[in-house]
């Protein structure tokens, strides 16, 4: 059953292992049925109220589970995200290897 609770893998983002733990992270949100949260084809306001309201449910919820996996110390960077896509995109621009420059 899914809560916010659950640890969705045993691997908690610190920064530099990004790479590593964001294959994870898609991985198990792609077993749980939620990757549409974090790449954006399932987002809010294309259907009905009920529905929406249950698209708030779950994203809470996925966000909750993204918490569970971050390093405390990070949290400050990431905490007014809205959306699993906006918190999602805004560690990949962070901490992608690609983007070292801004790391440091």
Same mark, same amino acid.
């Given at each position: 059953m899914d809560?916010?609770?659950n640890i969705i893998f045993p691997i908690n983002l610190m920064g530099k292992n990004y790479a590593n733990w964001s294959r994870l992270t898609a991985s198990g949100l792609k077993? #749980?049925?939620k990757l549409g949260f974090m790449n954006?084809?399932?987002? $809010?306001? #294309?259907n009905t109220s009920l529905d929406d309201h249950a698209w708030? #449910?779950?994203? !809470?919820?996925?966000? !909750?589970?993204l918490y569970n996996v971050i390093d405390k110390t990070l949290y400050g960077? $990431? !905490?007014y995200a809205q959306t699993i896509e906006e918190l999602? #995109?805004?560690?990949r621009e962070?901490?992608?290897p690609s983007n070292e420059i801004r790391i440091h």
């Open positions: 809560n916010p609770g077993s #749980k049925n954006g084809s399932l987002s $809010i306001g #294309k708030e #449910k779950c994203n !809470a919820m996925v966000i !909750a589970w960077s $990431i !905490a999602w #995109k805004d560690l962070r901490y992608s």
